[in-house]
């Protein structure tokens, strides 16, 4: 029994928000890794990029609920998910046209659009607290849990609650839903095609008759879709403040580099690892220990080997040690 406990526990503080968190990880890091892959530079105002249209979902769960409309036992935001998408795609096209384009026909250096990427994000962020304001929101309504704690105590006699939140089951149903989604539109239609081709071989694809304006154009609307989606998924598993978007860059470019720049399965696998190893090195793990050892070795201390607050830390170290011995990543990305 107490060895079943000690697993609901792991699977309650560890395991579930590990997967939860790697989700929106990998998503973000889905549309990093694009945008190097096919415009070869890192872009910084991704995290900003997910600010931004979740601040726009935001609004508009607002207007659907003050007009009475609702999504039942789901959260309101995903009814405002295509609006949010499009306006955030309306804005990174813009920006493209109006900033990216120029320096791309100059044939800049990438580091060159990595620091103009630098001025966009401190300008969308700036737009995003213009907009919704500084305050934390908490925007998620409809059932709260898919699974509480004291039906699943009532129905296997454990001390311990296994809980799962509505939010939790829609971020790894929608991750799986956009992941294979993005592969089939990747392998299987000519656009996707054209934009694997183009990120391959620039000058090949070209001569191929492949339209690069349009590829670029359909580049930055998935990276803005993927954004959105992550961004709202975030802010509905934790709570929205715009300047949290700021810190999130870290994690999602080490989750891209982690897996490999330019790979969108090394992004996946990426997004997970930088999550879990957030969460179980920042885990106390005395009550998971209480269970499994006897009395006289029990812990007294929390068993914590670094405190929350040091989160984004753990995130460096693991891209500063990959960088330094994996380079490529672990799917050998660019």
């Known amino acids: 029994m107490d060895f079943l406990n000690a697993l609901v526990a792991l699977l309650n503080f560890v395991v579930i928000p590990g997967v939860a968190y790697g989700s929106q990880l990998a998503l973000g890091a889905l549309g990093v890794t694009l945008i190097f892959g096919v415009l070869r530079f890192s872009n910084f105002a991704h995290g900003d990029t997910m600010a931004f249209g979740t601040a726009i979902v935001i609004m508009f769960t607002w207007l659907f609920q003050s007009w009475g409309i609702s999504f039942g036992p789901l959260p309101t935001a995903l009814l405002a998910l295509p609006f949010g998408i499009a306006a955030t795609a309306a804005l990174v096209l813009a920006t493209d046209a109006g900033i990216y384009k120029f320096y791309r026909r100059q044939k800049a250096a990438p580091i060159i659009l990595v620091i103009v990427s630098a001025g966009v994000m401190f300008v969308m962020n700036g737009l995003v607290r213009l907009i919704i304001g500084v305050e934390e929101r908490n925007f998620t309504d409809g059932a709260r849990f898919l699974l509480d704690g004291n039906t699943f105590k009532a129905a296997t006699g454990l001390a311990e609650p296994l809980v799962i939140k509505t939010t939790v089951a829609v971020t790894v149903v929608v991750a799986v839903i956009c992941v294979a989604a993005l592969f089939w539109f990747l392998q299987k239609t000519r656009t996707g095609k054209s934009m694997r081709a183009f990120s391959d071989n620039e000058d090949l694809a070209l001569l191929s008759g492949i339209n690069p304006d349009r590829v670029v154009q359909v580049t930055w ?3 803005a879709a993927l954004a959105v989606i992550a961004g709202t998924l975030y802010g509905l598993d934790k709570s929205f403040r715009p300047f949290v978007y700021f810190q999130l860059l870290l994690p999602v470019f080490a989750a891209a580099v982690v897996g490999g720049l330019g790979s969108p399965l090394g992004a996946i696998a990426g997004g997970y690892i930088v999550a879990l ?20 070795l029990a812990p007294d201390g929390l068993m914590q080997l670094l ?19 994996m380079p490529t990543g672990i799917f050998k990305g660019k």
């Open 307 to 325: 405190s929350t607050d040091y989160k984004v830390a753990v995130s460096f170290s693991i891209l500063i040690i990959v960088l330094l011995f």
């Open 277 to 296: 190893s957030e969460v179980v090195l920042t885990y106390a793990w005395k009550k998971v220990a209480t269970y499994v050892l006897p009395d006289s």
């Open 221 to 223: 609307i998935i990276a």
